[in-house]
């Protein structure tokens, strides 16, 4: 089962992946996250991958499109805690990578 844990704070959207991000998942992501992001004008997002075991085209597809929805906000969005059964798929994004949701505080400029 796939499950989303959405946080706002400092202008900074974190979402914390949890389970499998297959088609099922991916509904979840284009048609509440990227409506969200497109309605408020987020610009930053940070997708916290810890807890995330597996994605499919699907799953991809979502990520590239939240990806998408932050460059219309002209913002920046990075990836981090990539688990190593995930990392080949996820590089193909060129999604900025941190090593903690820490580190990429650090990167954004808010």
């Given at each position: 089962?796939?499950?989303?844990?959405?946080?706002?704070?400092?202008?900074?959207?974190?979402?914390?992946?949890?389970?499998?991000?297959?088609?099922?998942?991916?509904?979840?992501?284009?048609?509440?996250?990227?409506?969200?992001?497109l309605?408020?004008?987020?610009?930053?997002?940070v997708y916290?991958?810890?807890?995330?075991?597996?994605?499919?085209?699907?799953?991809?597809?979502?990520?590239v499109?939240?990806?998408?929805a932050?460059?219309?906000?002209?913002g920046?969005?990075?990836?981090?805690?990539?688990?190593?059964?995930?990392?080949?798929?996820?590089?193909?994004?060129?999604?900025?990578?941190?090593?903690?949701?820490?580190s990429?505080?650090?990167?954004?400029?808010?």
């Amino acid at each position: 089962m796939f499950h989303v844990d959405l946080e706002y704070n400092k202008g900074i959207l974190f979402a914390r992946l949890r389970g499998n991000l297959t088609r099922k998942g991916s509904y979840k992501l284009n048609n509440y996250l990227v409506p969200v992001i497109l309605k408020h004008k987020i610009k930053f997002l940070v997708y916290n991958l810890y807890e995330l075991t597996g994605i499919d085209e699907a799953g991809y597809d979502a990520l590239v499109n939240t990806k998408c929805a932050i460059r219309t906000n002209k913002g920046q969005i990075y990836l981090c805690e990539v688990p190593d059964a995930c990392k080949k798929e996820i590089k193909k994004l060129r999604i900025k990578q941190t090593a903690s949701e820490l580190s990429a505080l650090d990167l954004i400029q808010v």
